[in-house]
């Protein structure tokens, strides 16, 4: 069956190092992956779209690689804030159905 | 441009009552999505809606779950009756996406209902 992976340990890093959150799948073909954010209390928000035939994408102080045969996908923060801590959600997409979601990996980093 | 409004935002019921929940998406965004996130868990698709038509309702649990999407715009979901392990956050998303599929376009997610069952 298909099935995502993201660490289900929070990730703990220093104010100013790049955190590194990893997300496998396996069972998928994925055309496109999928990041978003979200918050105690609130709905997820979307960060990033990263394509099969795309291997980097970057956005300010975020980058997504997309490694179709690793079947990996890691998202880095560089420049690590207090406010980057959140949980952070991958979702491979496949076709042209609806998002299934990892279970998340809580980033905390310390001023 | 507006968010996605859900309502209410939080609900305590008793096992075996009813309870519904109501979406309003973005405008002009024909996609819907309910999604179920239990604490600790990602985010668990319920149903979605193309305008007014179902989709996908496959993981709808639907001896107690219905939903229903009216003018192709606002949207309610309903349990009936409430089991304990139905306590979580209903979270309804929309997206702009109609025939290129969600690969080229995020969701927008509203806060979120978070209803718990005792």
């Known amino acids: 069956s298909q099935k995502i992976e993201q660490n289900s340990e929070a990730l703990n890093i220093q104010e100013g190092k790049t955190a590194t959150l990893t997300c496998n799948y396996t069972?998928?073909?994925?055309?496109?992956l999928q990041w978003y954010r979200q918050d105690p209390g609130r709905g997820p928000v979307f960060l990033l779209l990263?394509?099969?035939?795309?291997k980097e994408k970057r956005k300010e102080r975020l980058k997504v690689t997309f490694d179709t045969t690793l079947k990996q996908s890691l998202f880095h923060i560089t420049a690590s804030q207090p406010a980057d801590s959140a949980t952070y959600l991958c979702?491979?997409?496949?076709?042209?159905?609806?998002?299934?979601f990892g279970s998340g990996t809580r980033l905390q980093v310390q001023p | 441009e507006a968010g996605v409004a859900q309502s209410p935002r939080y609900k305590i019921i008793e096992k075996r009552q009813s309870v519904a929940f109501w979406c309003n998406p973005i405008?002009?965004?024909?996609?819907l999505y309910w999604y179920q996130q239990i604490l600790g868990q990602g985010p668990k698709l319920l149903i979605q809606?193309?305008?007014?038509?179902?989709?996908?309702d496959s993981q709808l649990p639907k001896d107690r779950f219905s939903a229903e999407r009216l003018k192709g715009v606002d949207s309610t979901l309903k349990i009936q009756p409430a089991k304990l392990e139905d306590s979580a956050v209903y979270l309804c998303?929309?997206?702009?996406?109609?025939?290129?599929?969600?690969?080229?376009?995020?969701?927008?997610f509203g806060s979120g209902t978070r209803l718990t069952v005792v």
């Open positions: 998303a929309s997206s702009s996406y109609r025939d290129r599929g969600p690969g080229n376009y995020g969701y927008t």
């Open positions: 069972n998928y073909s994925p055309a496109y």
């Open positions: 990263i394509r099969e035939n795309e």
């Open positions: 979702a491979p997409v496949t076709g042209r159905r609806a998002l299934t």
């Open positions: 405008s002009g965004h024909a996609t």
């Open positions: 809606f193309q305008n007014n038509g179902v989709v996908d």
